[in-house]
């Protein structure tokens, strides 16, 4: 999505006639929709590289007006990457530590989602994050920043809430929200789920592809 709009308002030569977005697709099968953890603390979940552009730096912040309003969760947040160190200070001085966890890099994605009562995801920047597909494939309530393909893949109010970048007030209220309403978490979580089935597979992926071909004037063997 980045990229078509970099490429309409280019000044090169080269500036595309048509663009065309093949979203992401995935496994929908791998990644199975588990009931909602009921035990012990809420979970949050935020699965991304530990880069400037994913801004777990506003997730903290929001963990610390969560904290101070008095909810009991915790935050595990997924990757690797160079802003390991500073997030974890941060963390640190805030007084979150116990809250707060990094869990560095992780094969075994499907089973923290699933442990997960829903996930987080705070970009400045996106294409089709695979975290917010991966959520709902397996049956989980995503907030998430208004950036990129988010918009097509969460339908506010009904897979999950979608904010503004600029929004920390209203990102800290959404996902106090979920925190507070297990019902809500659930349904919205189901909502995902058949959205994924629907939309996120690996034949729609195909189809899409092709049909992106077939526009620029290729043909089937076949035709």
Not at 19 to 31: K, P, Q
Request: net charge negative; glycine share 8%; hydrophobic share 45%.
């Amino acid at each position: 999505y980045a990229a078509v709009e970099a490429a309409q308002h280019s000044k090169s030569v080269f500036v595309p006639r048509n663009c065309l977005v093949v979203r992401n697709g995935l496994d929908v099968e791998h990644f199975r929709s588990l009931p909602l953890p009921v035990n012990g603390k809420v979970q949050v979940v935020g699965i991304g590289s530990l880069f400037p552009v994913k801004r777990w730096d506003r997730l903290t912040l929001a963990a610390l007006a969560l904290k101070q309003r008095g909810l009991d969760f915790n935050i595990r947040i997924v990757g690797d990457g160079p802003l390991q160190a500073s997030l974890e200070q941060q963390a640190q001085v805030l007084g979150l530590a116990k809250c707060v966890e990094f869990v560095g890099h992780a094969d075994d994605v499907p089973r923290l989602i699933g442990e997960a009562t829903f996930l987080v995801h705070t970009s400045d920047k996106e294409g089709c994050p695979n975290a917010v597909m991966e959520a709902m494939a397996c049956g989980r309530a995503v907030v998430a920043t208004k950036v990129g393909a988010v918009p097509l893949l969460v339908e506010d109010g009904t897979t999950g809430f979608v904010v503004r970048c600029d929004d920390d007030a209203l990102l800290m209220e959404r996902i106090a929200t979920l925190i507070c309403d297990h019902d809500l978490c659930s349904a919205m979580g189901k909502a995902g789920r058949v959205k994924a089935e629907v939309e996120f597979g690996l034949e729609r992926l195909v189809s899409d592809t092709f049909a992106a071909y077939r526009s620029a004037g290729w043909q089937d063997a076949q035709s």
